[in-house]
Each structure stands twice: as C-alpha cells, then as structure tokens.
C-alpha cells in the first residue's frame, strides 16, 4: 500500500492550503484515514481523522473550525482545507490510513511520507 500527499507548500499567516492524498494498493480498502504532523524538534501529532463507516470525523482542538477533512471512501482519497493558517502549523504534513477498525481512533496501518507546510508570520 502507498499513499502520496501532495499539496503542501509556503503560505503567509492567515491564508489557507489544501493537501490531497491518495492511497493505492491492488487490494487495499480504508477503513480509517487522517492526517498527522510533526514540527522541528516535536513528536509527531494527530491532527485529524475520518472513519469512512458513518462518515465520523475528529479532530485535534488546535485545528478544530480551521481544519476540515473530507475525501472519498471509493479512490482512498482524503483532502485536508486549511485555513487561517498560523505560524505554529509549519510542519511536514503525513497522511495516514488504516484497513480495519481499531479502538484507538488515531491508529495508522500505513504511512505517506509528507508533505511541507510552512507558514510565514
């Protein structure tokens, strides 16, 4: 399975990008796909997740009325708007999905490897 972000790039606070990402494999279905982020010098963090079954998304509260996910649960896509953007989202931007339910909501079977967000002040 490979996933391929695409999208990320060099914004000034206050404006918005839209990252994509698709997810391939011969047989491979999603059961749960998100996007995650890791700044310079931090842990990787989650930032969102959708679980196709019900449509049920969850975000972190540092991007929750600025962050939307939204895809298709068909092509194993996923896109991430993000708007009003500010200094503190720079980071490399990873797309992520899982094939089967897990208790953990946050739990990725797969990993893209990102993509470049950075925000000037």
């Known amino acids: 399975v490979q996933l391929q972000a695409s999208g990320g790039g060099l914004v000034q606070a206050g404006g918005y990008l839209r990252l994509s990402c698709a997810a391939s494999?011969?047989?491979?279905?999603?059961?749960?796909m998100g996007w995650f982020r890791q700044a310079p010098g931090k842990e990787r963090e989650f930032v969102v997740v959708?679980?196709?079954?019900?449509?049920?998304?969850y975000y972190s509260d540092s991007v929750k009325g600025r962050f939307t996910i939204s895809g298709d649960s068909a092509k194993n896509t996923v896109y991430l708007q993000m708007n009003s953007l500010k200094p503190e989202d720079t980071a490399v931007y990873y797309c992520?999905?899982?094939?089967?339910?897990?208790?953990?909501?946050?739990?990725?079977?797969?990993w893209g490897k990102g993509t470049q967000v950075t925000v000037s002040s």
């Open positions: 992520a999905a899982a094939s089967s339910w897990h208790p953990d909501i946050t739990y990725m079977d797969y």
């Open positions: 494999g011969r047989t491979f279905s999603s059961y749960t």
């Open positions: 959708i679980r196709w079954s019900g449509g049920s998304t």
